[in-house]
């Protein structure tokens, strides 16, 4: 039927994978670093453009008829009245922003306030505070913005040649901190709010609409960001929920609508389809395990072989992991607990279960905030090379309560890139299969499951009453 090519230019690097039309199929792939940049949180947005250069070099686009792009989420291209940048892109998690976002909380009258606007508070790394961070602390380039917009925004319209018209994707746009999920449309206001007064954004494109042509006939389809592009790479739908293991960690499913919450726990996302993306993040994942691994002069693998030579519960030893501070719930200055020690628990396979179990429980904490919302989770994706780990594999079926499904790694938010040009190509959503993945299921071991979140729900209740009321 054709070739299409999906990019992510994520914070490090560019991927690019040119995939057939109708069955999905990886053709060919290119890679390239970024330029290094001038800063973890001040990049110029050129660097993207040359790493593309570099990953498309070799005749790689040679064939491909549509090209869909995913970028790093939470980046903000602040441009002039020509259509230059004032100042490079903020990008990441930038901490520099954390008491812009508590102004802009207030600002509004609380957190109630910006759950019914957005769907979401505003954290450090939203492109709202980021913008106000501007305003406060870069006047002179505050001054001269004229126009806002995000990483895959600038390298679609770059693609194009620049053209009067700019666009983006509800996906993207619902990780801005000033688009509703709930209705569609951006907030202005907040944007004023954040800025002191208005700047032009972007046309909203819908998920199998174009952006435009490139001279050479190219269709570019719309973008999104990369949590939305992987969410589409993967195939998941209603039902399916992404439990995503980094250093820190994040539990996302599939929802028909958008989730106002005013605790903050929950960031109601678009995704590139027409549904919901709500995610609820937790600040310790994986650095858990590693902050164990390190206590017990092992590494994670051996980690895993300890945890999995003690027994569910280890022995009555819970570990609450919030080493730094946590999220969700929302706990930001408190330190880590380890509970139950006993002379029969102070083993290391009894710690090393602890910590797997602890990990999980709170993630398992997160999901129930979905659920608590009425979000359906029949089977749970595990993300990340920490669900490599047998002992993540044997425990997170049974404290999830549902099916684990491990995905084989891929470049998801590059193939999520390029069926995104798939269907603008052809004006169809395309019927790829899904991620080729194992399977554990929960088995008669969900009643032990339950036992162990009750143990941990206990000491948690107990050293942080009323974490969730």
């Known amino acids: 039927m054709g070739i299409v090519a999906g990019l992510d230019s994520?914070?490090?690097?560019?991927?690019?994978?040119?995939?057939?039309?109708?069955?999905?199929?990886?053709?060919?792939?290119?890679?390239?670093?970024?330029?290094?940049?001038?800063?973890?949180?001040?990049?110029?947005?050129?660097?993207?453009?040359?790493?593309?250069?570099?990953?498309?070099?070799?005749?790689?686009?040679?064939?491909?008829?549509?090209?869909?792009?995913?970028?790093?989420?939470?980046?903000?291209?602040?441009?002039?009245?020509?259509?230059?940048?004032?100042?490079?892109?903020?990008?990441?998690?930038?901490?520099?922003?954390?008491?812009?976002?508590?102004?802009?909380?207030?600002?509004?009258?609380?957190?109630?306030?910006?759950?019914?606007?957005?769907?979401?508070?505003?954290?450090?790394?939203?492109?709202?505070?980021?913008?106000?961070?501007?305003?406060?602390?870069e006047p002179d380039a505050a001054r001269k913005v004229a126009a806002l917009m995000q990483p895959h925004d600038w390298l679609v319209w770059q693609l194009l040649g620049r053209p009067a018209r700019r666009t983006t994707d509800r996906g993207g746009a619902s990780g801005t901190g000033y688009w509703s999920a709930a209705t569609e449309s951006w907030r202005p206001d907040l944007v004023e709010l954040a800025l002191g007064r208005r700047a032009a954004l972007p046309e909203v494109l819908g998920p199998a609409e174009s952006a435009g042509t490139t001279p050479e006939g190219l269709v570019i389809s719309a973008g999104t960001g990369e949590t939305m592009a992987a969410a589409f790479g993967l195939g998941v739908s209603v039902g399916d929920v992404v439990v995503s293991l980094g250093a820190s960690g994040s539990v996302m499913a599939v929802h028909h609508e958008a989730l106002a919450d005013a605790t903050g726990m929950i960031t109601s996302y678009a995704d590139a389809t027409g549904m919901h993306l709500p995610v609820v993040h937790v600040t310790n994942a994986v650095r858990t395990l590693r902050g164990t691994a390190e206590m017990l002069s092992t590494d994670l693998e051996g980690l895993s072989e300890l945890a999995l030579t003690s027994t569910p519960g280890a022995h009555g030893l819970v570990l609450l992991p919030y080493l730094e501070g946590e999220r969700t719930p929302r706990l930001p200055g408190v330190a880590g607990t380890l509970t139950g020690l006993r002379r029969e628990s102070m083993k290391p396979e009894h710690l090393a279960r602890a910590a797997f179990e602890g990990m999980l429980c709170a993630l398992a904490d997160a999901l129930g905030v979905l659920r608590d919302r009425g979000v359906q989770a029949r089977r749970v994706l595990l993300l990340g090379a920490a669900a490599e780990l047998p002992a993540v594999r044997a425990i997170a079926p049974m404290l999830f309560g549902a099916p684990v499904v491990v995905p084989q790694p891929a470049d998801y938010a590059a193939l999520g890139a390029a069926r995104q040009a798939a269907w603008a190509l052809s004006g169809e959503l395309p019927r790829w299969p899904g991620a080729e993945a194992e399977v554990f299921e929960p088995g008669d071991e969900t009643p032990v499951g339950s036992a162990v979140r009750q143990q941990y729900a206990a000491v948690r209740d107990q050293t942080h009453p009323g974490a969730f009321a």
Request: aromatic share 4%.
């Open 10 to 137: 994520s914070s490090a690097f560019t991927r690019i994978v040119v995939c057939d039309t109708g069955t999905g199929a990886v053709l060919r792939q290119g890679y390239a670093p970024h330029p290094v940049a001038s800063g973890p949180t001040d990049v110029d947005p050129q660097a993207w453009l040359l790493s593309l250069g570099e990953a498309a070099a070799d005749g790689l686009l040679d064939g491909v008829e549509a090209i869909g792009v995913s970028a790093q989420a939470g980046g903000l291209v602040p441009l002039d009245a020509h259509g230059n940048t004032v100042r490079p892109a903020l990008v990441g998690n930038d901490k520099r922003a954390q008491v812009a976002a508590v102004e802009l909380i207030d600002a509004l009258g609380g957190r109630e306030k910006w759950a019914e606007a957005v769907g979401c508070v505003p954290q450090s790394g939203q492109p709202v505070a980021k913008l106000r961070w501007l305003a406060r602390h």
